[in-house]
């Protein structure tokens, strides 16, 4: 179910974003036992081959779900992004190949970036955030489309997915307390002309 403040603003084409409901208590905590049993790497940033570990840009720990691993969840997000690009941004795409779990401890945080600039023949088109847990400090999401006067938080409960253009600047600002987990996709398509 849409989130109707957010999908409202949408359509008044005040930002281009929604959110919706996503993921139940007990589908979550399905996910996290599975996520929690990864073997974990320091997040990075980067473009094409050159990634590196950047802990003044990024610190967060990040794991890789593939579909033989949560068949179910797979299924859920075709569904549910194939109907959010339908509806509301309408690009040519091709799929995502895994899902990114990502872990911000205490002071972890992802500063300003953009998900595209793969060297990959297909390019990320759509970016979609999952929020895992609610029991942390800081940790907000932003978005904005021209400068950091412009950034909003978006609001997300345990459970709710955000899906936004690759190519706007967004942000997780550092968390105070506790640990946020959520789960990160790349959509990819054509390169755009």
């Known amino acids: ?15 281009p974003f929604v959110c919706c409901d996503f993921f139940s ?7 996290l036992t599975l996520c929690r049993s990864l073997d974990l790497t320091d997040g ?10 950047d802990s003044g840009m ?10 033989d691993q949560a068949k179910w969840m ?17 690009y040519d795409l091709y799929g995502y190949d895994r899902v990114q779990y ?10 300003w970036h953009s998900d595209v600039g793969s060297k990959l023949p297909v390019t990320r088109k759509l970016s979609a955030t999952i929020l895992l847990s609610d029991d942390f ?13 412009d950034a909003i938080d978006v609001e997300l409960a345990k459970g709710q997915m955000v899906l936004f253009p690759s190519h706007t600047l967004h942000r997780v600002k550092p968390v105070t307390r506790g640990v946020r987990e959520s789960l990160v996709v790349w959509v990819f398509g054509p390169k755009l002309r």
């Not at 990024?58 to 579909?67: A, K, P, T, Y």
């Open 1 to 15: 179910m849409l989130t109707r403040d957010i999908a409202h603003h949408f359509q008044e084409g005040i930002w």
């Open 25 to 31: 208590d007990d589908e979550i905590a399905e996910i």
């Open 44 to 53: 990075t940033v980067g473009r094409g081959a050159d990634y590196e570990q």
């Open 58 to 67: 990024r610190r967060s720990e990040v794991g890789f779900i593939f579909d």
């Open 74 to 90: 797979f299924e859920r997000l075709d569904l549910m992004i194939e109907m959010l690009n339908g509806t509301y941004f309408g």
């Open 102 to 111: 990502a872990r911000y401890g205490s002071g972890g945080h992802y500063n």
């Open 137 to 149: 400090d800081g940790g907000q999401f932003q978005l904005n489309m021209s400068s950091e006067d």
